[in-house]
């Protein structure tokens, strides 16, 4: 019966109209997965578009990460003190050592840029528990977050964009972007406020964003951490960097040549109804716990170092941290995906990283 | 009686509850890579053990067709309807297969942990390899194309024996037959 039954033919409207309802259900289909991907929405930030603004500010550099170009590998442990594990289940905060995997840098997307102290320098630490969940973690040593928004980090990106006609950028862009984002002057200041030391290794590194940490019993507590250094911090010489290109980082190679560079790791535990907001710091009464000890004993060159080929994504995070919902971490680990995509697909084309293996093997000395 | 033969139930529950979960991730995917907001963290974690699921039960699923054969199609179906229905087929079941392979697969190049659930993740299945996670990161997008236009062409082709040709084909499948 199922072959031979087919009913009598369509009249040719109710062809149409069949044909039409089956054309309209694909178009309807067809439009959701392109509204969805943003095909229709060319003026969304797609973590594609925001890469493709670091490139504008810092000229295209292949192989090198979008952001943090110029850096550093270097190896070593964390040794956990038991203190957070009271707020967090994570594995890693168990009493105990934990292998380090690390890269320090500078903020922005300049591989061969010249060291001085003014910039902003990044520690970022991936801790390998064997046999348990990883986690990622990228500081840096400004206090807070300039902007709150992905839209405000790229708009401010783009209103510093040299003008093509003057080569330099518009200062009127700026003054409009600052005039309408009240909350930027505020982390201005205290940004331009921080203590600017002399090297890597005497430097306060903060995570800015939020995260949520879980205990065993479910509760939640928000936190902010930073890596406070063990070495006494000297001022940065105002003077400048003298001749040497990478001073900072022949210095921090010189540096861990005689003993490990150490720092505490500070968590800072914050009340229910504390900003997530990372341009906007918590009260300063907030309790601090430290979790333990960051030491750093071996530096490695990012050429086929062990820092290398991964990103400091930090939305990679072990059962018991969890994402506050900031969107500048979702953002973060959206674009370092990006930009890893387009880095590894680079590999035959990339030039060797400033900060040669030869460079370390000779304590910083090129 | 038109729609004598139809598949299984246990094959319709499959086939509905896959499609359900497949044009969620197709959605899902195609958002969170082109939207870093608040959701992405969220999305990304639906992402990885939905694609795992996908992966376990398209396993069942063919065991199941081998176990409860489809019904044939009408012989009215002309020859070139009958190979393309084939193909596509087959490229629907390839890719059920190949994209939750290729992202563990790229996730695994590229060094990234693959959690699924709270303390649960599972072993990388490549070694870590840049050029590797490039390469199969690129795959991974083109081959969610085509799964997606494959996906609409068999829809499209779902309502053409449904409302065109009323030849019980789509009825097989359906639960609820559509209103003439």
Redesign the interface.
């Known amino acids: 019966?199922?072959?031979d039954?087919?009913?009598p033919p369509?009249n040719a409207s109710a062809?149409v109209l069949?044909?039409g309802?089956?054309g309209a259900?694909?178009a309807c289909?067809?439009g959701?997965?392109a509204y969805?991907?943003?095909w229709l929405s060319p003026d969304?930030?797609?973590?594609?578009r925001?890469v493709a603004g670091f490139e504008q500010a810092s000229g295209s550099h292949p192989g090198f990460r979008r952001n943090h170009a110029k850096g550093l590998c270097a190896t070593g442990t964390f040794e956990s003190r038991g203190a957070a594990a009271q707020i967090s289940k994570a594995a890693l905060f168990a009493p105990g050592r934990v292998p380090l995997v690390a890269r320090v840098a500078f903020a922005g997307g300049m591989p061969f840029v010249q060291d001085t102290p003014a910039q902003v320098r990044s520690l970022a630490l991936r801790f390998l528990p064997e046999g348990r969940?990883?986690w990622r973690t990228g500081m840096i040593n400004i206090p807070v977050f300039p902007v709150t928004t992905?839209r405000d980090f790229y708009d401010q990106a783009q209103a510093m964009l040299p003008d093509p006609a003057t080569g330099k950028p518009d200062p009127a862009k700026m003054q409009a972007f600052v005039a309408s984002h009240p909350g930027f002057a505020a982390a201005g200041a205290l940004i331009g406020r921080r203590q600017i030391t002399s090297g890597f290794a005497d430097t306060t590194y903060n995570a800015i964003h939020t995260f949520r940490f879980v205990a065993a019993d479910g509760a939640v507590t928000p936190v902010r951490w930073s890596a406070v250094p063990l070495d006494p911090v000297v001022p940065a010489d105002a003077t400048g960097s003298g001749a040497d290109p990478n001073a900072l980082f022949d210095a921090l190679i010189a540096r861990a040549a005689s003993r490990p560079v150490q720092w505490r790791l500070m968590l800072t535990l914050g009340q229910p109804d504390d900003t997530i907001d990372p341009s906007k710091p918590w009260a300063p009464d907030r309790r601090q716990v430290e979790a333990g000890l960051v030491t750093l004993d071996r530096v490695v060159a990012e050429d086929g170092g062990p820092c290398t080929?991964?990103?400091y994504?930090p939305?990679?995070l072990p059962?018991g941290i969890e994402?506050s919902?900031d969107?500048i971490?979702?953002?973060r680990?959206?674009?370092y995906?990006r930009s890893?995509?387009l880095?590894?697909?680079e590999?035959g084309q990339k030039a060797r990283s400033a900060v040669t293996p030869r460079e370390v093997v000779g304590r910083g000395r090129q | 009686?038109?729609?004598?033969?139809q598949f299984s139930a246990f094959s319709r529950l499959i086939h509905w509850a896959m499609a359900a979960m497949i044009i969620a991730m197709?959605?899902i995917g195609?958002?969170?890579?082109?939207?870093?907001?608040?959701?992405?963290?969220e999305l990304?974690s639906i992402h990885k053990p939905l694609g795992i699921a996908i992966l376990a039960l398209v396993v069942v699923r063919i065991v199941n067709r081998w176990a409860n054969r489809p019904?044939p199609l009408?012989?009215?179906v002309p020859q070139l309807q009958r190979a393309a229905a084939h193909t596509s087929h087959l490229i629907l079941y390839g890719l059920m297969i190949a994209m939750p392979l290729v992202g563990w697969g790229m996730l695994s190049a590229?060094?990234?942990?693959i959690?699924l659930y709270?303390?649960l993740?599972l072993p990388a299945i490549l070694p870590?390899?840049?050029?590797l996670?490039?390469?199969l990161?690129?795959a991974h997008s083109a081959l969610a194309y085509l799964l997606?236009a494959t996906v609409?062409v068999h829809?499209?082709a779902a309502?053409?024996h449904g409302?065109?040709?009323?030849?019980?084909v789509l009825e097989s499948m359906a639960s609820v037959a559509p209103r003439r």
């Open positions: 019966m199922f072959d039954d087919r009913l369509l062809m069949r044909f309802i089956i259900v694909l289909s067809v959701a997965f969805t991907g943003g969304r930030l797609t973590p594609a925001i969940q990883e992905v080929d991964v990103t994504d939305l990679v059962d994402s919902g969107e971490l979702a953002a680990s959206s674009t995906a890893l995509r880095r590894d697909g590999q | 009686m038109r729609s004598a033969q197709l959605f195609v958002g969170m890579v082109t939207s870093p907001t608040g959701r992405y963290a990304v019904p009408p012989r009215s590229a060094g990234y942990p959690v709270g303390p993740s870590q390899n840049p050029g996670y490039a390469g990161r690129t997606f609409v829809l499209g309502l053409f409302l065109i040709r009323r030849d019980g």
